[in-house]
Structure formats: structure tokens, C-alpha cells
């Protein structure tokens, strides 16, 4: 599956798809890029056409100057599904991505059949330390040697023998690296940390989807998580579960934030069980819908 791409309002957009059948847009985490995907795409293309784009400012998508907020990208991702020709599809985000998901279903709730949360951002302020402190000033310059090259090639030299026995079957690693690499690159930094500082701030996650949950109501919704997430608590997959009406729930013990790489077998099932077993949604905005107020 190689990429593809587009020009959208100018920039360029690179994307991968596959497959045929019910669109599923597959929507990567922050530092990723569409080859998070790559272990669960075959499976998928099987019953399913599955496009899964490097946002922008990740991957080899373009990395401008611009706005990196969940409407801005959501925007981006409708203009990519109507640029390649198709109405509606399943949209499944992971950790930033899926704060992605939840603004598209909002923004564009004809243009969505299903919701797919995959250890998500968006559903509660509790955030690894660590992403929070890269939002405090002075964080460039922190970057900037950490991601420098002679201390990545420390970094892959430890993994290689250092930790090696206790590594060398963990799934998650690659996928790990790959976002730690690409912060290596000067413009890719530059987009991670406007990325980054549109959704957290020292405090914690500081963009919340969870009073407009109640609008789900209507749309058939998923909810995956890593019990073991280091990054965004499994508290938040429950507390959303419980605030979703209809939603279903699947908890992968011994998976951490990445259960698209640690459990690809369990994840495909989850998802191809969920969108078989559902009727996609046709939700229109209406005044009502807008005014309700939570219950």
C-alpha cells in the first residue's frame, strides 16, 4: 500500500488506501502517520476500503505554518473524503486522532456512520506527564537536543543492547521510535509542538468533547482501549462508555496505548464485528439536536 496524494487548499496531503467496500478512515495519534495502520490495513482492505492519511504536520504530509486544531484537521479530513469521491464513512482515531474523530462526528455528523475511539484524547484532562511539560516555554530548545542525531543513535544503541531481551517482542517499540525519529526533523517538530499545545497545556488536556457526548447518542460508537495506557487513563474509555448511550465497550488487558500494534488480531475483530453488527448512522443537525441539553 503505497502512498497517494492529493492537493488540498494547497497543501499536500499524503494517504493510503485500500481495499473495497464501506469507507473506513483510519486517523493516526500525534508524532504518528499512517503506518501505525500498517499491521491492521490488509485485514481490514479485505471487507472493508480503508484510507488512512498522515495528517498535516506528520509523516510526509505537508508541514506549513497554519492551524493545527481538532476543527482545522477534522476539515481537512472531510475535504480528503469528498476530494476521493466518497459520501460517509467509519471513522476511527487513536489518542490525538481520536479527538479528531469526535470533532468530525460533531462538524460533519452526515458525513460520519460510526465512531470509532481508540485510546482517545478529548474524554478527560489526565495526560502523561511528559506531553504536558513539552507545552511549558523553553520545550524547543528541549527537543532540539533530545531529538538531535548523535543522541538518537544513543537511544537506538541502548534499545539494541541494552534492552534487547526485554524489548524484542514488544509490537509497540517500532511504533515508538518512528514518532520519536520524526521529531528529528526541524518542520516536524515545529508542527508536533503546534499540535501538541492546541489540545494540552501544563494543566492537562485542555480540549474536552465530554459535553457534547450526549449528541452520540445516535451514532452507532466504539470504544477501544489499552488497559495498560500510560499515556490516557482507561478511566476515560469507562467514563465515556457510561455517557454514550448504546456505546460498546472492549478493554484489551495487557495492551497499553497502541492496541492497533500490541493486539492487531483483537483489534481487526473488534472493529470488523462492531461495523458488521451495526446500521451506519444518518444524523442530520437540527435545532433541537443542538439545544438539547445533556441528560
Known amino acids: 500500500m503505497e502512498h497517494e496524494e492529493l492537493t488540498i487548499h494547497g497543501r499536500r496531503l499524503k494517504y493510503r488506501l485500500a481495499g473495497r467496500g464501506p469507507l473506513v478512515l483510519l486517523i493516526h495519534g500525534m508524532a504518528g502517520s499512517a503506518t501505525t495502520w500498517k499491521q491492521v490495513m490488509p485485514a481490514l482492505s479485505e471487507r472493508f476500503t480503508v484510507l488512512a492519511p498522515d495528517l ?93 542525531p548523535p543522541v538518537r543513535r544513543i537511544v537506538e544503541t541502548i534499545g539494541r543492547i541494552t534492552l534487547r531481551k526485554k524489548l524484542e517482542n514488544a509490537s509497540v517499540i517500532p511504533e515508538l521510535w518512528r514518532s520519536y525519529a520524526s521529531l528529528g ?59 454514550i448511550p448504546g456505546s460498546w465497550l472492549e478493554i484489551i488487558e495487557g495492551v497499553g496505548h497502541y492496541p492497533h500494534c500490541e493486539a492487531p488480531d ?18 442530520k443537525v437540527s435545532r433541537k439536536r443542538i439545544l438539547r441539553p445533556p441528560e
Open 56 to 148: 498535516l504536520g506528520h509523516g510526509d504530509s505537508d508541514k506549513t505554518k497554519g492551524d493545527y486544531s481538532l476543527g482545522a484537521m477534522a476539515s481537512t479530513l472531510r475535504d480528503l473524503i469528498v476530494a476521493l469521491g466518497y459520501k460517509r464513512a467509519t471513522v476511527v482515531g487513536q489518542s490525538y486522532g481520536g479527538g479528531i474523530a469526535m470533532q468530525f462526528a460533531y462538524q460533519y455528523p452526515e458525513r460520519c456512520e460510526r465512531l470509532v475511539l481508540v485510546d482517545a484524547g478529548g474524554l478527560g484532562s489526565e495526560v502523561n506527564p511528559l506531553l504536558r511539560m513539552l507545552t511549558l516555554p523553553g520545550s524547543e530548545a528541549v527537543l532540539l537536543v533530545a531529538c538531535a
Open 266 to 283: 483483537r483489534f481487526v475483530e473488534a472493529l470488523t464485528e462492531f461495523i458488521e453488527s451495526t446500521r451506519p448512522a444518518r444524523i
Open 185 to 243: 526533523d526541524v518542520e516536524a517538530r515545529r508542527a508536533f509542538l503546534r499540535t501538541l499545545r492546541a489540545v494540552i497545556d501544563p494543566r492537562g488536556q485542555s480540549v474536552s468533547a465530554t459535553d457534547k457526548l450526549y449528541l452520540a447518542a445516535g451514532m452507532p460508537t466504539l470504544i477501544v482501549w489499552g488497559a495498560e495506557d500510560r499515556i490516557i487513563p482507561v478511566e476515560h474509555a469507562h467514563a465515556a462508555h457510561a455517557a
